[in-house]
């Protein structure tokens, strides 16, 4: 166990869980109400939505079918990637937890059509975004400002960063301090 | 936490953890010391001579933190000792930084490179400002590299970095690891399986070494 | 040179980081004891000689008070990060200790894991309604209530919450509730089946 501990990405996984997805149900059943709001009705064959850990749950007990969210059409997700590419800043996602969306519904239905290369456009996604963010922080460490304002990032993708984010902050504020009680001024 | 090895220091300066493992072994490194005045019954610290006192003129190398309360360039009275900054921290060592952070094995220099520099300046060297802005730039022009690889699986590649890398720079180095490691163990589904805690298993490997010496 | 054995008490914790504890060394300790009353005599002596008249004794007053108070940071640091490793080890093994765990640890430290684990106890009992909540359960969020386990030991009868007695037998397999069995997994007794 560590002083602090971290959050886990499947903490992070578990609030993705959260997201919506559109179900086909092959059963009759009214609606639950659970704390977190009402879920249903359900009746065969007709679209419902529900949150994604229900979704994952149900079909691995053969009650459903999953319809893959819009987004995660290939034509989308190309020019999401173009999108991405060309941009300096970081785009807006279509869903905050895009990653986990992919990875546990092409999990549990492999089926769904074009799933590897949905696959590998999502994470052909990530790897620009992440590249993105190292070329940033990098940028920040040099630059002697002591904060930046970025926009659109994913918990996922400041969740694998952030041990090493905060202690780079900690180690260079620590030296910065040091530059200024030694009467040092920073070239603009 | 009070400080009694920092107390009289500057406020602003890099301040030790009191407990901290590293900073009790950062400042063991040790510090060329020149005395001004003889110390009376001590003369044992001086290996080199069989003397019962210190004398003027003689010079030993002492640890940080003994040097620290030698020297004290702004209370005469309590001023015993001169110390010399060590080469690494001087210009001709600056420079080569300057030209190039990254080519430099500052495990070789430290092993504490940045935390040691950092409690010199307490000494009030004439050159304080250019040794705290070397360690800031040295840190800033190293940075892009211990980045990048602490996001590469660990292999031959950052094993070779590592290697060059200071203390502070290394623990930096695992922080990027463990980001990475989680989001890896999580990609590959390793994150569903509940897992025996590391110290078990650590417990565990020492057993059986233990029963094969 | 002064608090050489204080810093291989140091040297020895960075040595045994992540992992349970070295033998409390009672030996070095009185070592480096020995040597601090050694120098608050030598300068009460040497005060004593200032006090008679004689100069220039204040430098070595000085050195010796330095060596002191690093033999106690040492000393003091060796001792508390000595109990924080005690009480992750409270998380990592649970509330009883393998026996050559223990056994390196002091009496005192042996009654410090004994009340950490008490209050732990108690703070879980008060939380919520009807027995509390065991906070070293779920520490990750739960998939399923029952999971697959595979014994890696022969651990013997193990009650079941409903009633049942299933023997855990080197390499027999059992479908468990995850929270009767998730502190068995963490100290190595089982391991938990992922398909």
């Known amino acids: 166990m560590e002083n602090f501990r971290l959050m886990d990405p499947a903490e992070v996984e578990f609030l993705a869980e959260k997201e919506m997805v559109q179900i086909v149900p092959n059963f009759s059943q009214d609606i639950i109400y659970l704390i977190g709001g009402e879920i249903g009705p359900f009746n065969p064959s007709l679209p419902v939505d529900v949150p994604l850990w229900l979704a994952v749950n149900l079909k691995e007990r053969q009650k459903c079918r999953i319809n893959a969210p819009q987004w995660m059409d290939i034509e989308q997700l190309e020019a999401k990637k173009e999108e991405e590419t060309e941009a300096q800043f970081f785009t807006e996602m279509p869903s905050p937890h895009y990653m986990e969306v992919t990875q546990l519904l092409l999990k549990c239905a492999p089926e769904i059509p074009r799933a590897d290369e949905m696959r590998t456009l999502v994470k052909d996604i990530w790897d620009l975004r992440m590249a993105k963010f190292r070329r940033s922080i990098d940028l920040l460490v040099k630059s002697d400002h002591t904060h930046a304002k970025v926009n659109h990032l994913t918990l996922m993708e400041i969740n694998t960063m952030r041990p090493f984010l905060t202690k780079a902050l900690d180690q260079i504020h620590s030296l910065r301090t040091n530059t200024q009680s030694a009467g040092y001024i920073a070239p603009q | 936490m009070a400080n009694s090895q920092a107390s009289s220091s500057r406020s602003g300066y890099y301040e030790e953890n009191y407990f901290s493992i590293d900073d009790i072994l950062a400042t063991h490194e040790r510090i060329k010391c020149k005395f001004e005045v003889p110390v009376f019954r001590l003369g044992f610290l001086d290996m080199t001579t069989d003397n019962e006192h210190i004398s003027p003129g003689s010079k030993l190398d002492l640890p940080f933190w003994l040097a620290r309360v030698l020297c004290n360039k702004r209370n005469k009275k309590k001023h015993i000792a001169d110390v010399e900054i060590p080469k690494q921290y001087k210009e001709s060592y600056r420079e080569i930084l300057l030209a190039d952070a990254n080519v430099v094995d500052l495990h070789k220099l430290g092993p504490y490179y940045y935390t040691f520099g950092a409690q010199l300046l307490k000494f009030d060297p004439a050159d304080a400002s250019d040794i705290a802005s070397s360690l800031v730039q040295t840190f800033q022009g190293r940075f892009r590299n211990i980045m990048d690889s602490s996001q590469n699986a660990y292999n031959e590649d950052n094993a070779r970095l590592t290697a060059k890398l200071d203390e502070m720079e290394k623990d930096l180095f695992k922080a990027g690891q463990k980001g990475l490691n989680d989001f890896q163990d999580w990609e590959t589904r390793r994150v569903e399986k509940l897992q025996t805690s590391t110290m078990v298993v650590n417990h565990k490997k020492r057993k059986r070494a233990a029963l094969i010496e | ?195």
């Open chain 3, 1 to 195: 040179m002064f608090c050489e054995k204080a810093l291989d008490l140091i040297r020895e914790l960075q040595r045994s980081r992540g992992a349970s504890l070295p033998p409390f060394n009672e030996d070095t300790l009185r070592h480096v004891l020995e040597e601090m009353k050694a120098l608050y005599e030598q300068n009460q002596q040497d005060v004593n000689d200032a006090v008679q008249g004689e100069a220039g004794l204040f430098s070595g007053v000085q050195i010796r008070h330095a060596a002191l108070e690093r033999n106690k940071r040492c000393i003091l640091a060796y001792l508390q990060n000595r109990l924080k490793t005690t009480r992750d080890m409270r998380w990592e093994f649970g509330s009883v200790l393998p026996a050559d765990v223990k056994y390196n640890l002091s009496e005192a430290e042996i009654q410090w894991f004994n009340k950490y684990n008490k209050s732990l106890a108690n703070y879980m009992r008060s939380l919520g309604e009807d027995g509390g909540l065991d906070l070293t359960q779920d520490m990750k969020p739960p998939k399923t209530l029952y999971i697959e386990v595979r014994c890696k030991v022969d651990h013997g009868e193990f009650e079941t919450q409903e009633g049942s007695i299933v023997l855990l037998k080197k390499n027999s397999q059992h479908f468990l509730l995850r929270s009767e069995c998730e502190h068995l997994i963490r100290q190595g007794i089982l391991e938990h089946i992922v398909h």
